[in-house]
């Protein structure tokens, strides 16, 4: 898992697949909204909310970290 910090561009992972599919860790900001993230990692909010067991409209908290799959975008 690779950390995504201050809306910079997501590093690559050390060991990741060959198949360019890799997950990187979001440290969720204040006022950001998972539609906001998901333009960012150019996925849908419905996967994020997916991969981190979440409902599509939760509020988020500052700190929270969500997971996103960069392999398996829209």
């Given amino acids: ?5 201050d809306g910079a ?3 690559s992972a050390k060991g990741a697949k060959s198949s360019g599919a890799r ?4 440290t969720v900001r204040s ?3 998972l539609y906001r993230i998901a ?5 849908t909010v419905a996967q994020i ?7 599509a409209n939760k ?3 500052p700190g929270q970290k969500l997971n996103i799959n960069l392999g398996r975008r829209r």
């Fill in 39 to 43: 333009k960012l990692y150019q996925v």
């Fill in 23 to 26: 997950t990187v860790q979001h």
């Fill in 59 to 61: 509020t988020l908290r």
């Fill in 1 to 5: 898992v690779v950390s995504a910090k």
């Fill in 9 to 11: 561009a997501p590093r």
């Fill in 31 to 33: 006022g950001e909204t």
């Fill in 49 to 55: 909310a997916s991969w981190n067991g979440i409902a």
